[in-house]
């Protein structure tokens, strides 16, 4: 069965540095998420992504964080200059297309801890 | 993908017993639940989804029950075994095709 594909497992980071967290969505889904896991919380929305553009963002998404797709493969999230609180799980999921019947297929997750 | 338990409300069952997992969920618009599985340091797992216009779906050893009326979604387990111990959330889909998790069950199932 197609997997969401995320890398890396774990990335540990010294405050203030940027980094990177790189999904590979299953082959023909069209719509993208990234999604926070903070320990011991629930799954929280950060970010859409369609059609190469933000279709949403949370209020946690703020100038620091950025997504792209620069290859046409990867989805990619970006934070800029990691703080404490930005220690969680990272998922990325993907869906097929548009209509409200269509679950979202999560990877495995990057564990992020800041330093 | 681990969810420590230390607030996590716990279901415990013997194996080969019928496990109901009930959650609420907050908007009267959303017409699109699902049921994840997340195990130890995975993701959340795709279970079992339901249409507003359902109230009940069934799969296989698993069914979900919807309460529009009052909200509640409930993923019942039949059988339950060793492997289906995990925590298990309800997500619901709104208009913008983002999910809205609930904050999970940890089910812990006893030989």
């Known amino acids: 069965e197609p997997e969401v594909t995320q890398t890396p497992s774990h990335q540990v980071t010294q405050m203030g540095q940027e980094v990177i967290l790189r999904c590979v969505p299953i082959?023909?889904?069209?719509?993208f998420y990234w999604y926070r896991q903070i320990l011991g919380q629930k799954v929280e929305f950060l970010v859409s992504?369609?059609?190469?553009?933000?279709?949403?963002k949370s209020e946690i998404f703020d100038d620091q964080f950025s997504v792209e797709r620069p290859d046409g493969s990867n989805f990619t999230l970006k934070i800029r200059s990691t703080k404490l609180e930005d220690s969680a799980m990272y998922f990325c999921?993907?869906?097929?297309?548009?209509?409200?019947?269509?679950?979202?297929?999560f990877g495995d997750g990057t564990r992020l801890s800041i330093l | 993908g681990e969810s420590v338990g230390l607030h996590l409300p716990t279901l415990s069952v013997q194996e080969g017993d019928n496990s109901i997992i009930n959650c609420a969920y907050s908007?009267?618009?959303?017409?699109?639940f699902i049921w994840y599985k997340q195990e130890s340091g995975k993701g959340p797992q795709f279970i079992i989804d339901?249409?507003?216009?359902?109230d009940k779906r069934q799969g296989q050893r698993v069914t979900v029950l919807l309460n529009k009326t009052v909200k509640h979604l409930s993923l019942q387990i039949a059988a339950t075994q060793p492997g289906d111990s995990a925590v298990y959330f309800c997500?619901?889909?709104?208009?913008?095709?983002?999910?809205?998790f609930g904050s999970g069950t940890r089910l812990l199932v006893r030989p």
């Open positions: 999921a993907t869906r097929k297309g548009a209509g409200s019947n269509q679950p979202q297929h």
């Open positions: 082959s023909n889904h069209l719509y």
């Open positions: 992504f369609y059609n190469n553009e933000i279709s949403e």
């Open positions: 908007n009267s618009a959303s017409d699109y």
């Open positions: 339901i249409r507003s216009n359902m």
């Open positions: 997500a619901e889909m709104d208009s913008s095709y983002k999910l809205i």
